[in-house]
């Protein structure tokens, strides 16, 4: 099994910088894509940025060119440096795996990995 742990988190003030990391462990062989996903209070989660096992990054509109998605799979460890924080930016980012089910030794039919995620909150 995998298990995915989020940290970097906290309160900072509009435009602030933030980094997250999400370390995997457990049968990380079986990870593919990876992302970070949020959830505003009283709102949808919602996917922030993806980035694919040979880099290949996407982006919501709202964090394109303040975002940005990276990834050391040597260490098993998703990042995300994000700038220019604003109030919108404010939620709980959660850490996301594709499941391989390519992968010799990875069950075929596996869900999604989440993590616990981490709170973010922009505030004066």
């Known amino acids: 099994q995998v298990q995915l742990v989020e940290s970097g988190g906290g309160l900072v003030p509009p435009g602030a910088s933030l980094s997250l990391t999400c370390t995997a462990s457990?049968?990380?062989?079986?990870?593919?894509?990876m992302g970070w996903y949020r959830q505003p209070p009283g709102k949808e989660r919602e996917l922030v940025a993806a980035i694919t096992s040979s880099g290949y990054t996407n982006y919501a509109d709202s964090v394109k060119g303040r975002f940005t998605i990276s990834r050391d799979s040597a260490k098993n460890t998703l990042y995300l440096r994000m700038n220019s924080l604003s109030t919108d930016d404010t939620g709980v980012y959660y850490c996301?795996?594709?499941?391989?089910?390519?992968?010799?030794?990875?069950?075929?039919?596996?869900?999604?990995?989440w993590g616990q995620g981490t709170q973010v909150t922009v505030s004066s």
């Open positions: 457990g049968n990380t062989i079986c990870i593919s894509a």
């Open positions: 996301n795996a594709d499941h391989a089910s390519y992968v010799s030794g990875c069950p075929v039919s596996a869900r999604d990995y």
